[in-house]
């Protein structure tokens, strides 16, 4: 089983509807995916029309294997099973801050369905916390959304600032540039710069801003779903494509 992320510390640059594009296109392409959101506002779930367990909080969710596997939900698409967040996950950093070992409680809990998936993609929440080194520790590869401004690209040399002082492996961390337009020239001009000096941090797929991405919110399913001949749709495929070629080597 492999755990991959999506990641940002910076909110407001397509995390979720990253995650939950690439869910889709790993279970169409016959893998069998959980989809486990870790952000208290619930995006994810919102997306796949699943409502969250309350029974399901932040101690349940490390300590409870029972419950962490009752919780996940099915949704309406083959091979893709939603664990939704709900508001008691905003106090994970707290829980784990009191635990022993606490960097490594999520790769522990996500051990319970090992043999149900192949693969476990994180949607997480905009910080770096307890919860967020958990997530760098536990995940095979970490996506990075990265909107080509100039606040974006400082958070991203913050992130790997960060993984460089903690000892945590930079090759995990997978960036793609996101919500990027053609039109402006300083998204151009960042997206060159980034890439001449982040090189393999980057991947070769851009996702642009694109009315469809928007009207998820509005038909609460995964744009590859809704209109799959877009070139956001196309964009996510080829983000997919790299991103298994570089996690699972085919």
């Known amino acids: 089983m492999k755990i991959i992320a999506c990641y940002s510390n ?4 397509g995390k979720t509807a990253t995650t939950v594009n690439l869910a889709y296109a790993m279970a169409q392409a016959g893998r069998r995916v959980l989809l486990c959101d870790l952000d208290p506002q619930g995006a994810s779930g919102f997306y796949f029309r699943v409502k969250p367990s309350k029974k399901l909080t932040e101690t349940r969710f490390f300590e409870d294997v029972a419950r962490f596997a009752g919780a996940i939900r099915g949704s309406d698409y083959d091979d893709l ?3 939704p967040a709900n508001m008691t996950f905003r106090d994970f950093d707290v829980f784990l801050a009191r635990m022993r ?3 490594s409680r999520l ?3 996500l051990k319970a369905v090992k043999s149900d998936y192949d693969v476990v993609l994180l949607d997480c929440p905009p910080n770096i916390s307890t919860l967020s080194e958990n997530v760098f520790r536990a995940s095979d590869a970490i996506v990075v959304p990265v909107i080509p401004t ?11 600032d960060f993984f460089r002082a903690h000892d945590l492996k930079e090759k995990k961390l997978h960036g793609f540039f996101s919500m990027a337009q053609g039109v402006k020239s300083l998204h151009g001009e960042t997206m060159d710069e980034m890439r001449r000096e982040h090189g393999k941090r980057l991947m070769t ?20 779903a809704t209109a799959p001949s877009s070139p ?3 964009a996510y495929r080829t983000l997919h494509d790299e991103l298994v070629t570089r996690v699972f080597g085919k």
Do not use: C
């Open 107 to 109: 790769k522990k809990a």
């Open 232 to 234: 956001a749709s196309a």
């Open 205 to 224: 797929a851009t996702v642009p801003f694109a009315s469809e991405i928007e009207r998820m919110g509005v038909h609460r399913a995964p744009v590859l």
């Open 81 to 83: 099973d939603v664990l």
């Open 150 to 160: 100039t606040l974006s690209q400082r958070t991203f040399e913050q992130l790997r």
């Open 101 to 103: 070992n606490s960097r």
């Open 10 to 13: 910076k909110g407001g640059v």
